[in-house]
């Protein structure tokens, strides 16, 4: 806001009241499509985070904070974003179907055996 001051003055200065209102409006219109559109654009790619998750965290933060807290909220998502990306758990599937030609209940007994996140019932146990 402050970089439109000296065009608007000097448009006051030498245009008039008018010609200084209009870029007024312009420059106030020019900043906000700016800022929740074009910037999450590149600053996603700078980022590597997800373009919807930049625009959503710029319109969130301007919702929340007004204009200063819409332009911090892209460092804000990428710091979160590479939060859960390296410290979430992550947990391997695994899947056999018996119309795989290579499918054993070994094979089964040995994945779940592997997974403790399986719930195993007394059928299993028994095998």
């Given at each position: 806001?402050?970089?439109?001051?000296?065009?608007?003055?000097?448009?006051?200065?030498?245009?008039?009241?008018?010609?200084?209102?209009?870029?007024?409006?312009?420059t106030?219109?020019?900043?906000?499509?700016?800022?929740y559109?074009?910037?999450?654009?590149?600053?996603?790619?700078?980022?590597?985070i997800?373009?919807?998750?930049?625009?959503?965290?710029?319109?969130?933060?301007?919702?929340?904070?007004?204009?200063?807290?819409?332009?911090?909220?892209?460092?804000?998502?990428?710091?979160?974003?590479?939060?859960?990306?390296?410290?979430?758990?992550?947990?391997?599937?695994?899947?056999?179907?018996?119309?795989?030609?290579?499918?054993?209940?070994?094979?089964?007994?040995?994945?779940?055996?592997?997974?403790?996140?399986?719930?195993?019932?007394?059928?299993?146990?028994?095998?």
């Open positions: 806001y402050i970089g439109a001051a000296v065009p608007i003055l000097l448009t006051l200065a030498l245009q008039g009241l008018t010609a200084a209102v209009i870029l007024l409006i312009w106030l219109i020019y900043q906000q499509l700016e800022n559109f074009l910037s999450p654009k590149i600053s996603a790619k700078t980022m590597e997800n373009g919807g998750v930049a625009f959503g965290s710029a319109l969130a933060g301007g919702a929340i904070g007004g204009p200063m807290l819409a332009f911090m909220s892209l460092p804000i998502a990428a710091l979160v974003t590479s939060f859960v990306k390296n410290f979430s758990r992550r947990y391997p599937l695994a899947y056999f179907s018996p119309y795989d030609g290579d499918y054993t209940e070994e094979d089964e007994d040995a994945a779940v055996e592997a997974n403790p996140h399986v719930m195993r019932d007394a059928e299993s146990e028994a095998r």
